[in-house]
């Protein structure tokens, strides 16, 4: 397997993009296009840098402030393979795994069937952040999502009633 991703950043120690001292990989590429969106210098899948993943995983095991790993973007589904690889990493590690896409919970639910990539980050994941952002429903004071279509969702609850446990 090729052992890269495409960034467009990483941000160290965030403490803005789930809970606690997390790391956060910005995925380079999105299709969504959406309105408003706040980063569209990550929607172009032929930017940002391409990154050793294994280099990736071992400067986050390396530092014990760490509680977590957010995935964002871009849209880390478009590249399901590589982001299911490092959360399988993490995930052994005991670390949070959060993840932001534009697409729905419903929406990947229908493409994991097919997609073991998607099933394997799905199922490696604490939390998920479903939708497009959406200007009209744009809110400022929500915490850690941009417009109210949004959902945080407990994705191994989840997938173990077959029931969306929505958490914020
Ligand atoms: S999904 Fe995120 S990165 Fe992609 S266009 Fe929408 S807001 Fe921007």
């Known amino acids: 397997m090729n ?3 495409r960034l467009a950043g990483i941000a160290y ?3 803005v ?5 997390r790391r956060v990989f910005f995925a380079q590429g999105c ?6 969106c706040f980063n569209p210098e990550t929607h172009s899948f032929d930017g940002g ?9 071992k400067d986050v095991l390396d530092n014990p402030m760490l509680k977590g790993v957010t995935f964002s973007g871009g849209d880390p589904i478009e590249q399901a393979h590589s982001f299911a690889y490092m959360a399988k990493a993490f995930k052994k590690a005991n670390l949070n795994i959060w993840c932001y896409t534009g697409y729905t919970f419903e929406k ?13 980050l799905l199922n ?30 407990d994705v191994k609850k989840s997938l173990e009633y077959g029931n969306i446990i929505v958490i914020g």
Do not use: Y
Request: with cysteine; charged share 35%; aromatic share 2%.
């Open 17 to 21: 993009n789930g809970p606690g001292m």
């Open 124 to 153: 490696n994941m604490d939390v998920l952040v479903d939708g497009r952002f959406e200007i009209m429903n744009r809110n400022e004071e929500l915490k850690f999502k941009g417009s109210t279509n949004q959902r945080i969702i």
């Open 31 to 36: 299709k969504h296009k959406c309105e408003g």
């Open 49 to 57: 840098e391409i990154m050793d993943m294994d280099k990736l995983i």
């Open 3 to 5: 052992k890269t991703v």
């Open 13 to 15: 120690e965030s403490l």
């Open 108 to 120: 990947l639910l229908e493409l994991m069937k097919k997609n073991e990539n998607i099933r394997m």
